[in-house]
Nanobody, 123 residues
């Protein structure tokens, strides 16, 4: 059974930083498409960052390019999302997701989801 457990959320002021972690069990992060999504109140869930198997390629939403960095530690079987220069519009519940290994840009690829971690950015 695949489980994804996120941690690292919290409350920061504008311009602050947070690092989210997602530790997987029942699967290897290096063998999957891995991604971070977020959902703000009243809005659709949106993709923030994605990574192809092996961590060789990452993609980012335009709204976070240059501020967020996704990485993985195969030894820890964990993916991270380093978030710098946080803005109030980054406030959301952030979800880790894992799925197949082909097109990591498709939401339908992701079959397994974590429970989410809240990120709140105040002005």
């Amino acid at each position: 059974q695949v489980q994804l457990v996120e941690s690292g959320g919290g409350s920061v002021q504008t311009g602050g930083s947070l690092r989210l972690s997602c530790t997987a069990s029942g699967t290897r992060v290096m063998s999957n498409c891995m991604a971070w999504f977020r959902q703000a109140p009243g809005k659709e869930r949106e993709a923030v960052a994605s990574m192809y198997p092996g961590g060789r390629t990452t993609g980012y939403a335009n709204s976070v390019k240059g501020r967020f960095t996704m990485s993985q530690d195969n030894g820890e079987n964990t993916v991270y999302l380093q978030m710098n220069g946080l803005k109030p519009e980054d406030t959301a519940v952030y979800y880790c997701a894992a799925g197949g290994s082909r097109d990591c840009s498709l939401r339908s690829t992701y079959q397994h989801w974590g429970q989410g971690t809240q990120v709140t950015v105040s002005s």
